[in-house]
């Protein structure tokens, strides 16, 4: 199962640059990109906004949305344009969202979220699947996720991602509804309990191995967003103990590949710090990791066409020795 554990799709993070980088790391994992709204798949800049490199996959893109026409022209442009699965954004819980009627707001309206799946399940033969909440404000109830949810299995809809919080709508940040409220797993282990037939993927709060394996004891797969972001070396630990895979990257390698493809998008015209701001967590948890970090935030706003800079910075990061000489 491509879903066994995914890097979950996060705003301003999990970018081409930034799975390109992730993918350096993992060869197993499922990735996602970052929501992206209808109306810009459709009419914005095509390549530039749903663009990716054939290295990325397996590679879903999430889209954002309620208008069901829009919906089901995504999903075509999506498997026309080889993404490996269309998800459905229903948990973001920002104002922002709400007033587009994306995210989270749609678990209110299951008909209407029923009506949407059923059309881009009709437009494509690629997996539809949705990430959602387990509630919303004062709604955390068992009956009523798990009918949202067989609703959406009416409609073509097999795998779930589920947000093990509900979404508060009002009165909380989108990064306060990533703390704030509850975990509740066994929510999320009854609904799979209920409906084995259904792949139901666990997320929100899980950073570590043992946790992985205690969820996939129960659910098909686990989904895992800030932990992998702000260490993303994470994933070597994941392939190994998850994937069995024992021959992984070093840091000093993972830095290696990524010169080639800095070098070829800083001559493309991409800017240094839209590719390396997704390399700060690299030296997590080693020494000098703090300098790697420093170092990154003083000398990353090269010159778009300044790759030397930008070489520069990728070779220390050869071996961690030189993170700290280098640096110091």
């Known amino acids: 199962m491509k879903n066994l554990v995914s890097v979950a799709p996060m705003m301003d993070c999990t970018d081409r640059h930034d799975r390109f980088f992730l993918r350096l790391i993992s060869k197993n994992v499922m990735l996602y990109s970052e929501m992206i709204a209808t109306k810009s798949a459709i009419y914005g800049d095509r390549k530039k906004i749903l663009g990716f490199s054939r290295e990325e996959k397996p590679l879903a893109l999430q889209v954002g949305g309620s208008d069901k026409r829009e919906l089901s022209e995504v999903a075509?442009?999506?498997?026309?344009?080889g993404y490996d699965e269309i998800n459905i954004n229903l948990g973001c819980p920002s104002k922002k969202v709400q007033k587009n009627k994306f995210g989270a707001c749609l678990m209110k309206e299951p008909n209407l979220v029923s009506e949407c799946i059923n059309e881009m399940v009709n437009s494509c033969n690629i997996p539809v699947t949705a990430k959602t909440r387990i509630g919303f404000d004062d709604t955390e109830d068992f009956d009523y996720l798990n009918k949202f949810i067989l609703k959406m299995k009416e409609a073509g809809c097999k795998i779930f991602m589920l947000h093990a919080r509900k979404a508060i709508l009002k009165g909380l940040t989108p990064k306060q509804n990533l703390n704030i409220p509850k975990l509740n797993y066994e929510m999320v282990y009854k609904i799979k309990q209920e409906n084995p037939d259904l792949k139901i993927i666990i997320n929100g709060g899980i950073s570590k191995i043992q946790e992985i394996k205690n969820h996939l004891k129960i659910c098909d797969g686990v989904m895992i967003g800030r932990a992998i972001y702000q260490n993303p070396y994470f994933l070597v630990d994941i392939e190994r103990e998850i994937f069995n895979i024992k021959k992984n990257p070093t840091r000093e390698e993972v830095a290696e590949q990524l010169l080639s493809y800095l070098e070829k998008e800083v001559k493309l015209g991409t800017k240094v710090n839209h590719i390396m701001r997704h390399t700060v967590g690299l030296y997590?948890?080693?020494?000098?990791?703090?300098?790697?970090?420093?170092?990154?935030?003083?000398?990353?706003?090269?010159?778009?066409?300044?790759?030397?800079?930008?070489?520069?910075?990728?070779?220390?990061?050869?071996?961690?020795?030189?993170?700290?000489?280098t640096i110091a």
């Open 76 to 81: 075509k442009i999506a498997e026309d344009m």
């Open 284 to 325: 997590h948890g080693q020494i000098g990791s703090k300098k790697w970090k420093r170092y990154l935030s003083d000398n990353m706003m090269a010159r778009d066409s300044d790759f030397q800079k930008a070489k520069h910075i990728m070779t220390i990061a050869q071996n961690n020795e030189k993170v700290n000489q």
